[in-house]
């Protein structure tokens, strides 16, 4: 077993080496075209496929990175996007050792049934499908090997593709973003702190009944396999031809589960994408849908309440347009060495991203605009005006706010939901409390040992 690991690490270090080269050749292709005005397209989507192929911890780094307005070039970050996070399975052989080396040689004893093919791929690893002994459905994420490794090795490519792009283009300075990103994924490869996450979501939504989070089995889970509760539903997407009544119930549940946790206890969930979400009806598998499985906890944030408080401050400022509250707003976020031409600048985007919660009407998320090129518009917009002002660095708190923005907003769109934005962000503020806040914070990672 030993020889089959070590084997397995020289094939991935291979791989690695060769991502590398072909990293590199363009990043110097892409240093040529920006320089000489040449390059764009092809190149962006050539370094897709690049990193397409290897779909490890890199290419969802890189998807992370994408999503802050012109941290890459635009074609870069729209080819980055547009990956899918699935990587090529193990195989059934493969997960029979990676489980006997987390749970024991006798670890089959221990399920009633294994579906030894998975269910799901993603960058970091796999789910498969079981039961208990005693019946119960289960979800076994198991991590790829060599996964530490591997983040590091990505980690250092992402650095590099960074430091170029930030000598050839300085109006968005993403180095504390960078670091950010490299905190939460190598989060993401500990398995009993996602199993920690799951818990506390269970505490914040546990009065909110439209949203469900999977128990999680202690003792079929280790640091590389995580075992939860099997939440049955439906992909998000198969609604899209739904009634509206139908696809905004679904939307309203998105949207609790995102700001409600935020709101009481200032932890958001930082990668809500489609396939995140599973959706359950109210009556069995043919009733109306009811509600939204939220399936994975790799990804979460905790924020000190003090910047809950600069969120909450920001969107009052700008309903009442007060310039001071929205400067002194952007500097609790972590922003420093702002001017009034910066701070005009950064604003386009805080009101694209908190638009919909100013506005007091029924719309979309974003009025007349499609799912792919949500933000898009005014990401280019942002990056003209900073070439033009001055650069600002991304504080590393900016991060995942902005991604799930957007990932919550090309939600919305998919399901063209159409909802009081405002008034659902209102209910989520009710007796809003900095202190309350920051003891519920307290008490609750306190509870699940965070």
């Known amino acids: 077993m030993k020889d089959n690991e070590e084997n397995r690490f020289s094939a991935r270090a291979a791989r690695y080496l060769a991502i590398g080269a072909q990293a590199g050749g363009f990043a110097a292709r892409m240093a040529g075209g920006r320089l000489f005005g040449e390059g764009g397209d092809g190149d962006a989507l050539a370094l897709a496929r690049a990193l397409g192929g290897l779909k490890g911890p890199l290419m969802k780094a890189a998807q992370l990175i994408a999503t802050i307005p012109e941290a890459l070039p635009a074609d870069y970050a729209a080819a980055l996007a547009s990956l ?5 399975p193990m195989g059934a052989g493969f997960v029979r050792r990676r489980m006997a080396a987390e749970l024991g040689p006798n670890w089959r004893e221990r399920f009633g049934a294994f579906d030894l093919h998975p269910t799901a791929a993603a960058s970091l690893g796999q789910v498969h499908r079981a039961t208990t002994p005693e019946g119960e459905d289960l979800a076994c994420k198991l991590q790829y090997p060599d996964m530490a490794s591997a983040v590091e090795a990505d980690l250092a490519q992402l650095d590099l593709a960074l430091a170029l792009h930030r000598r050839i283009d300085s109006a968005i300075d993403a180095r504390e973003a960078a670091q950010e990103v490299a905190e939460r994924l190598r989060e993401e490869l500990d398995y009993f702190r996602e199993a920690k996450h799951a818990r506390l979501y269970r505490i914040m939504l546990a009065d909110s009944p439209e949203v469900r989070v999977p128990g999680v089995f202690d003792g079929l889970s280790t640091g590389r396999l995580l075992t939860l509760e099997w939440l049955e539903g439906e992909k998000l997407l198969s609604l899209v031809e739904a009634p509206e009544e139908h696809r905004n119930t679904i939307a309203k549940a998105i949207f609790a589960a995102w700001w409600r946790p935020f709101a009481h206890y200032g932890v958001i969930h930082g990668d809500p994408h489609l396939g995140n979400y599973t959706v359950f009806r109210g009556d069995g598998a043919h009733g109306e849908p ?10 979460v944030r905790i924020f000190p309440p003090s910047f809950v408080g600069g969120v909450i401050q920001l969107y009052r400022a700008l309903r009442a347009d007060n310039r001071d509250q929205i400067a002194h707003a952007y500097e609790s976020w972590g922003f420093r060495g702002l001017n009034s031409d910066r701070i005009e600048t950064l604003t386009i985007w805080a009101r694209f991203i908190l638009g919909p919660l100013l506005e007091d009407r029924v719309r979309t998320i974003a009025d007349g605009v499609k799912a792919g090129a ?51 962000f209102e209910e989520a503020l009710a007796d809003f409390d900095l202190d309350a806040v920051a003891a519920r914070q307290q008490a609750a990672l306190e509870q699940v040992g965070l």
């Open 84 to 88: 899918q996070s699935e990587a090529p």
């Open 290 to 299: 009811a509600g939204i499985n939220l399936l994975d906890y790799g990804c």
């Open 374 to 424: 949500y933000g898009r518009r005014e990401a280019a917009q942002v990056h003209a005006q900073l070439r033009e002002k001055g650069s600002v660095q991304i504080p590393r708190e900016f991060v995942f706010m902005d991604r799930a923005a957007i990932g919550l907003g090309g939600a919305f769109l998919h399901l063209s939901a159409r909802l009081n934005f405002h008034r659902l």
